[in-house]
């Protein structure tokens, strides 16, 4: 459960801006439909994550890696989480 909290720390920071730019990048391109929601989330979340945890606090990840979480399972975890919006967005 504290395993949950943690990444619920962690993903806070991304899933809100990423999910507004993702609606708003979805409506650019023109029709907005799930598919292009999906896409433009698997595009945006990676791209959020580098921005504020690379670029802005990157003093951050010490924080995750005191509660056994690294860089690179924060990475992947966030690339399969965008890959599984994208594909759940396919089916609908």
Do not use: C, H
């Not at 909290?5 to 029709?31: D, E």
């Not at 924080?63 to 919006?85: D, E, P, Q």
């Amino acid at each position: 459960m504290k395993e949950f909290k943690i990444l619920w720390i962690f993903y806070r920071k991304l899933i809100i801006p990423t999910f507004l730019f993702s609606v708003m990048l979805a409506f650019a391109l023109g029709v907005f439909n799930p598919s292009a929601f999906g896409f433009s989330f698997l595009f945006i979340l990676p791209l959020m994550q580098y921005f504020i945890y690379e670029v802005r606090f990157p003093d951050e990840y010490v924080f995750y890696a005191n509660f056994g979480f690294s860089r690179k399972f924060l990475w992947i975890f966030t690339v399969g989480f965008a890959f599984f919006i994208k594909t759940l967005s396919g089916f609908l």
